[in-house]
């Protein structure tokens, strides 16, 4: 088998979960194919450097992370990275969510900001774990599970949920 | 434990090792918020599961395909072939023989038309000098003439890939060229004859210097005088070091 042959077998499959993440970065079909193309092309380059027998959709993911901030440093703005420890200052609700009436939750989860976002999108649509998501994100686990926490309390607060 | 949410969800998510988890256990037992809170984040977790991204174009796929194979077939020994001639233009660009023709085409072209196409018109070196000087060039001596021929002006020719200073010396029905050539230039042979003129590249005080002229005799003299008063300020400076 090929290199190519084998990165089509081991790669291909997860264009559409890859897709799905993309999707979830950048709110609108067009930039989520040129992320996927991208993705898949340096994911190609990179192919001697996926270790077999790891979870190659945590692999993608890194990549697909890697030039999902390319793309915003190219643009010279910067994803969100709210860092909130702990007990730190509440964020609003998303307001476009809270608006929806809290029943609409790709909405919510679209106008969550975007840290909050790939950390919940990674776990809760991805299933990707902990360890593979701080992989991805390159945060300490910590962080990540801070990230997930709050992302999940905001969109129980956007989806009337009993409390925050 | 007192309430930790953060602890709570990575609970939910099985992330804690089975100490931890033991503890987390202990304390949803007989606390309701945090229950709720792991209750209402399993739901979350279970309609988030569900949440489908619209597909994305149905050619995508053959995009992503063709973007890993960009240059099929030719382009496996195209690409090597491409690389190669750049490195070939770029060498011959620099070599001698090819420098010449170029310079020799130059020289023609300017005397060739009816007027000099001169930027600065003077006689005087010093001042050709500064006005290059302002241009970014330093020449290392510009003679005021030789043989017969006197300074008349200069400017800026564009031979290729380089942009290259060309004084010009006129006597009578006679020319010569003299063109500061920037970059390095290979020497397979100093002295040729590309359409028909007289043609000569030196390094003159680390610059490289070409001559052009239809007289050979006209070459020779700017050639001494350049050596003769790069070889007298070359000992003037010495002597002033010691």
Not at chain 1, 1 to 17: D, G, I
Not at chain 2, 143 to 152: F, M, Q, R, S, T
Not at chain 2, 186 to 201: C, K, Y
């Amino acid at each position: 088998m090929t290199r190519e042959q084998r990165f089509e077998a081991e790669a291909l499959p997860h264009l559409k979960a890859i897709y799905g993440t993309a999707y979830r970065m950048s709110g609108n079909p067009h930039d989520a194919e040129d992320l996927v193309q991208e993705t898949f092309l340096r994911a190609y380059r990179a192919f001697d450097r996926y270790t077999p027998g790891t979870n190659i959709r945590a692999w993608l993911h890194t990549i697909l992370y890697r030039v999902r901030t390319d793309a915003f440093r190219r643009s010279r703005r910067s994803p969100q990275t709210v860092e909130l420890a702990g007990d730190g200052p509440a964020v609003p609700p998303p307001q476009d969510a809270l608006a929806a009436g809290g029943e609409d939750l790709a909405r919510a989860v679209d106008a969550l900001p975007e840290a909050f976002r790939v950390a919940v999108v990674l776990r809760d649509l991805q299933d990707l774990t902990y360890e593979e998501i701080a992989g991805v994100l390159g945060v300490p686990i910590g962080t990540v599970m801070s990230r997930i926490h709050r992302g999940r309390a905001l969109l129980r607060a956007a989806l009337g949920g009993r409390k925050r | 434990m007192s309430c930790d949410a953060e602890r709570v969800t990575a609970y939910v998510d099985e992330a804690l090792a089975p100490a931890e988890r033991a503890e987390v256990e202990a304390h949803l037992a007989g606390c309701r918020e945090c229950r709720d809170q792991a209750d209402e984040e399993r739901d979350l977790r279970g309609r988030l599961r569900a949440l489908a991204a619209p597909p994305p174009s149905p050619q995508l796929e053959a995009r992503v395909r063709r973007s890993l194979r960009p240059r099929p077939g030719a382009a496996r020994w195209l690409l090597p072939l491409a690389a190669g001639l750049v490195v070939l233009v770029a060498w011959g660009r620099g070599a001698s023989p090819f420098v010449a023709w170029e310079l020799s085409r130059d020289h023609d072209h300017c005397f060739g038309q009816r007027r000099l196409p001169a930027r600065v018109w003077s006689s005087d070196p010093s001042r050709i000098s500064a006005w290059l000087e302002g241009q970014g060039t330093t020449v290392p001596v510009i003679p005021d003439g030789a043989a017969g021929l006197e300074l008349v002006g200069a400017r800026y020719c564009t031979l290729l890939d380089r942009t290259v200073a060309h004084l010009y010396y006129t006597g009578g029905d006679k020319h010569l060229s003299l063109f500061v050539v920037p970059g390095p230039v290979r020497s397979t042979s100093r002295e040729m004859r590309p359409r028909g003129n007289f043609v000569r590249l030196m390094r003159v005080g680390g610059t490289e210097v070409g001559l052009v002229s239809e007289e050979e005799e006209s070459v020779d003299a700017f050639e001494r005088a350049l050596s003769t008063t790069v070889a007298r300020e070359a000992g003037t400076s010495f002597a002033a070091a010691r």
